[in-house]
């Protein structure tokens, strides 16, 4: 009698744990995807701050390219040769912007000697690998293309 309480109880726990096993893949957060719905792209906003072309070229890219079997860290240095283009135009605007620019300045996140070329490089390859993994953790939906190109782009 008391045999079948015990058995199921048994069944029961085990199923518990094989489904704990192969949980952790399942999760996902898609509170945390961007939305693409507007794809007029950086606007207004580029305009106060130079970086937004480039994070909204990454942010595009690494969303297209997030579904790839390829690391995060491989798909981010694609992403980032996507917005080569979008990443030299920053680049060229600050050496306008600047009569020293080859001169080196300590980055205020690592304390190493830097300059603005490679601080924009080193944010592209950060913004990249970020939204990368965001677009994996949430299950996120790419922008729509246009051209073979992410749209807003």
């Not at 069944?11 to 192969?22: D, K, M």
């Not at 390219?65 to 694609?78: F, N, W, Y």
Request: with cysteine; net charge neutral.
């Amino acid at each position: 009698m008391i045999r079948q309480p015990v058995m199921a109880a048994l069944a029961l726990a085990t199923l518990a744990l094989a489904a704990c096993e192969n949980g952790h893949e399942a999760m996902s957060n898609p509170k945390i995807c961007a939305d693409f719905r507007n794809n007029a792209g950086p606007g207004a906003a580029a305009a106060s701050d130079p970086s937004t072309p480039v994070d909204e070229c990454a942010r595009r890219w690494a969303y297209s390219l997030a579904g790839s079997k390829d690391g995060a860290e491989i798909v981010a240095e694609a992403v980032v040769a996507a917005c080569a283009p979008v990443l030299s135009r920053w680049n060229q605007a600050s050496l306008g912007q600047t009569a020293n620019s080859g001169e080196q300045a300590l980055s205020l996140t690592t304390g190493q000697p830097t300059n603005p070329l490679a601080e924009h490089s080193s944010f592209a390859q950060g913004r990249a690998l970020f939204y990368v993994v965001q677009a994996r953790a949430g299950r996120c939906k790419p922008p729509p293309v246009t051209n073979g190109l992410p749209a807003g782009l």
